[in-house]
């Protein structure tokens, strides 16, 4: 095993463990917490695919701003364990039905992945995640989806400042 496919196993372990703990806490602020550590570990993955530009956006962006939004809201909104209403036994038995059925449609698709001439395919170089070709690809051919998706960002803002204020 190399090095790189170790480095991967621990972070997939990592997310996947920190994952868990995000539906196991208690407490909200302890999953967002555990979130952010899943964020960390999805950019790790980031940098073992040469995709550096996204590692640090997912920081900034999910693990940053995204992740003190939430623990905003959280604090803002006063969870007590009080008022938390208790879920009826059907609702549960709902739930670990609908999550075993995903489980297994996840193993029935890893199980069907193939590898390519039985080779493990790895990108050594390359310039996919770097930030020039991701700039030349977006404002050249995807230019006006983007341009759609910043006056949906603008609006919601907007919106948001409206119905905020008072």
């Known amino acids: 095993m190399s090095t790189l496919q ?9 997310a996947i463990i920190s994952a868990i703990m995000v539906l196991v806490s208690k407490n909200p602020i302890h999953s ?6 899943v964020f960390f570990a999805i950019s790790g993955h980031y940098i073992l695919l040469n995709a550096q530009f996204l590692a640090i956006v997912n920081i900034i962006v999910y ?4 992740m003190v939004l939430f623990l905003f809201v959280i604090m803002l909104m006063n969870v007590k364990k009080d008022k938390e209403p208790q879920k009826q036994l059907f609702v ?17 698709i890893v199980k069907q992945t193939v590898q390519i001439d ?5 990108m050594k170089e390359g310039t996919i995640g770097l930030i020039h070709p991701l700039g030349k690809v977006l404002f050249s051919d995807y230019v006006v989806p983007f341009e759609i998706s910043s006056v949906l960002f603008l609006s919601a803002m907007v919106g948001a400042v409206i119905i905020g204020k008072k």
């Open 118 to 122: 039985g080779k493990q395919v790895m």
């Open 92 to 108: 549960k038995l709902i739930g670990v039905i609908t999550g075993g059925s995903f489980l297994t449609l996840l193993v029935a």
């Open 63 to 66: 693990a940053g701003a995204i």
């Open 6 to 14: 170790i480095l991967f196993f621990a972070l997939s372990a990592f």
């Open 32 to 37: 967002v917490l555990w979130l952010i550590l």
